[in-house]
């Protein structure tokens, strides 16, 4: 096994400190960078990851997990994103379960305490990859690189590219795929520790649990499995001592191969069998759980995996991966998204940015040169391995393997980093020891780079605390990103600001004029103001691009019933029913149309429709009791109230109706006790305290009638009919107070 000094750490400027304090200090950085995002909401994915997903709730049984996706979507379903993190979705049920709920707070401080025991474990992958493996009497790793291991490590805590894992929830799966790489790695570089169960130089017992906690990592999250090619790298490189340029050059020669015996007899191949049958296995296992094979991405997602033809489609890829390379090297521009237009396609050998694929290619070419052809055993060990463990981890997101379903993502980068961190590392050792005399210059700027580094963490987690922070950031990065102006519209929308959020509906309709989601958005707000006609084109717009888009449908028949067009409206709704089966809301809009075409048995049809798959569905449930109170049948709506009550106890609108109902029936006391009932939930309804004032007075009990009059109509002066009932019973009370001749 190599290990020696490295000859240029003690050349950095940065104390050498004892290895737990070089660890608390590394964690200590990490939780500076990112502190501020602990008390921040769930935002952009976290809403389907974790506030929509049922698999996090008690109630749902917990072998779900095993056969859902990460988004909470059965993996059979052709809808599935076959993202398959079960351990990642165990946290976070146990979040849930710990908090008693959907409370952030818990899910960012564990994503924040995570980051900061995967920076502090970095210092012994760092210690590994750059000063060698040897252990110490007690078993523990020795760190013959502390300067250069400890500055890698507060590089990798404080890169600002590593914010969207650590303040988005959902980069959970990055934080625990992460912390399994780190151990899978460890438990390998144990099987060579002396003190071990050694079985021709190794022990295979720690190779298998080196195996298990990949297979962790990979139920985490898929990118966990590339810890194999960092496993096998580091074996030749580190502990078979193998000089790949050399050893590739005799075996074409075919000459001197007795070092290429030696390695053989060092266990290497058995070593390698073992790794590459458990990754197989693992492989083969994902596979048969992804059930319906990959997921099915657009052109929207990925727009370089579509292009014309396949030089387009590597020049694309490969400027991909110059951008990549520039977030790490400048993280400066960060964005939630990079699809939909936000990266333009390089359509002509004659664009610009292809300076920047051979910029990225030249860099690379040196950086491997050096690594196979250098004369410094050292330099070649620690480049070649800063190069695997910043290429293999990014490997899954790559699309040579298959699609994936991004332009740039930052949370992919998160383990790449580390290798990113480990070469700027020995960039500035080496920096160090060409300009010994620059000293302080070199300790300043570096001290300056960790500072710009922890100053934009923090900004950068403060943006992503809240939804709104995040998208308006992103429209100075991505300004050309409908998906961006649409979460902007989306989120002011939310907040009521429906004026401003039509501006960036229409900037992202115009940006991507086939983006049906703004489409049905903005439709649904025209509709809400009135703009039939323009909401009624929107929307039909929509339907004819994604014909199965069944919320659309439902909002074009609501549009198409305003407008009086019912038999357009039927058919719309009904469409809607037709791509999704279980549509709980249509059925309830169906009801309604039916009710005002004076189809009574069919609302009332499509009304339990709506029951049935929603038994919570409160309008449905009223509109129900409502429809039989003003048809006469009083007996029929008394029965549904009821029903409605045992699944609903405690919801005022139906104890409203049902107490009409009974008041009707002439069943005053039972009436009274639920207009009580709703007003104690509800006191500030005018409506309520009105028609229990008609129930009394109706009931001869005046003055309590005349309290509620009052009452509502100091609620609601204008509400219709309270005043003349009002009164009316003033009169009356005036008849009786009057002495009889």
Not at 96 to 122: E, K, Q
Not at 244 to 266: C, G
Not at 357 to 382: E, H, K, M, P, Y
């Amino acid at each position: 096994m190599a290990s020696s000094e490295v000859y240029w750490d003690h050349q950095i400027p940065l104390p050498q400190l004892p290895a737990a304090r070089a660890k608390v200090t590394v964690a200590l950085v990490a939780l500076l960078c990112f502190i501020n995002s602990y008390d921040g909401e769930f935002v952009f994915d976290d809403s389907e990851a974790i506030v929509n997903n049922k698999d996090l709730k008690p109630e749902t049984p917990l072998n779900n997990i095993w056969s859902n996706d990460f988004w909470g979507t059965n993996l059979s379903s052709n809808s599935s994103h076959k993202s398959y993190r079960p351990l990642t979705v165990l946290t976070f049920r146990l979040n849930y379960l710990l908090a008693g709920g959907l409370h952030p707070v818990g899910f960012h401080v564990l994503n924040i305490i995570l980051h900061a025991v995967i920076s502090a474990l970095m210092m012994d992958v760092f210690a590994v990859l750059i000063g060698g493996l040897s252990y110490d009497e007690r078993g523990r790793i020795l760190n013959h690189a502390p300067k250069t291991s400890l500055l890698a490590a507060l590089l990798f805590a404080a890169h600002p590219v590593h914010t969207e894992s650590v303040a988005g929830v959902v980069g959970r799966a990055d934080l625990l795929c992460a912390l399994f790489f780190q151990l899978a790695f460890l438990t390998y570089c144990k099987a060579f520790n002396r003190g071990s169960d050694r079985d021709d130089g190794f022990s295979v017992r720690w190779v298998v649990v080196s195996l298990s906690l990949c297979a962790a990592a990979m139920l985490c999250k898929e990118q966990g499995i590339t810890v194999l090619g960092v496993n096998a790298a580091f074996d030749v490189l580190v502990i078979c001592n193998v000089d790949v340029y050399e050893l590739s050059q005799r075996l074409l020669l075919r000459r001197n191969l007795l070092d290429v015996r030696e390695s053989l007899r060092a266990g290497l191949p058995t070593r390698l069998a073992l790794m590459g049958l458990g990754g197989l296995s693992m492989l083969y296992a994902r596979w048969r759980i992804m059930g319906t094979g990959p997921p099915a991405f657009t052109d929207v997602d990925n727009p370089a995996s579509f292009a014309e033809n396949i030089f387009l489609r590597i020049v694309n890829y490969n400027y991909y991966y110059s951008l990549n390379a520039w977030l790490l090297l400048c993280p400066w521009w960060l964005c939630f998204d990079w699809s939909m237009g936000c990266v333009p396609l390089i359509k002509s050998a004659t664009d610009w940015r292809m300076a920047w694929l051979l910029l990225l290619w030249c860099v690379l070419i040196g950086l491997i040169s050096q690594a196979l052809c250098s004369q410094d055993s050292q330099r070649r060990r620690t480049l070649t391995l800063g190069l695997v463990l910043l290429v293999v981890p990014f490997l899954p997101a790559c699309n040579i393997f298959f699609r994936v379903g991004f332009v740039i993502a930052e949370r992919v980068l998160y383990l790449s980093s580390a290798g990113y961190c480990l070469l700027l590392a020995y960039a500035v050792g080496q920096c160090c020891c060409r300009w010994s005399t620059c000293r302080k210059p070199l300790c300043v700027a570096l001290l300056a780079l960790l500072s710009v580094c922890v100053a934009r963490c923090a900004l950068r987690s403060h943006q992503w605390r809240s939804e709104q922070s995040l998208f308006t950031s992103a429209l100075s990065v991505c300004p050309l990103n409908a998906k961006v102006h649409y979460n902007v519209g989306k989120n002011l929308a939310d907040r009521g600001n429906s004026t401003a959020a039509i501006a960036y509906y229409r900037e992202a309709v115009r940006l991507h004029p086939t983006y049906v989601h703004a489409m049905n958005n903005l439709g649904n707000i025209l509709k809400e103001r009135n703009q039939l006609i323009e909401a009624e084109h929107l929307l039909s717009k929509a339907v004819s691009i994604q014909s199965d888009f069944a919320a659309a449908w439902m909002n074009l028949g609501i549009v198409q019933n305003s407008l009086q067009k019912f038999e357009e409206a039927e058919q719309s709704y009904w469409n809607a029913i037709r791509f999704r089966k279980k549509y709980p809301d249509c059925y309830y809009n169906l009801g309604r149309l039916y009710a005002d075409l004076n189809r009574h048995v069919d609302a009332l049809n499509a009304w339990r429709n709506a029951t049935v798959l929603k038994p919570d569905h409160s309008l449905a449930w009223n509109n129900m009791v409502i429809l039989l109170d003003n048809t006469g049948n009083l007996g029929q709506a008394e029965l549904i109230g009821r029903e409605a009550l045992r699944l609903l106890p405690n919801d005022h609108t139906i104890m409203f109706s049902l107490a009409n109902v009974l008041g009707k029936s002439q069943k005053y006391k039972e009436s009274e006790g639920f207009f009580l009932h709703a007003l104690r939930i509800n006191p500030n309804s005018a409506s309520c305290h009105g028609n229990l004032a008609v129930l009394y007075h109706r009931w001869g009990r005046l003055e309590l009638a005349k309290r509620h009059y009052e009452l509502s109509l100091k609620l609601d002066p204008e509400a219709p009919g309270t005043r003349d009932n009002y009164n009316m019973l003033r009169r009356k009370l005036d008849q009786l107070k009057q002495p009889t001749p």
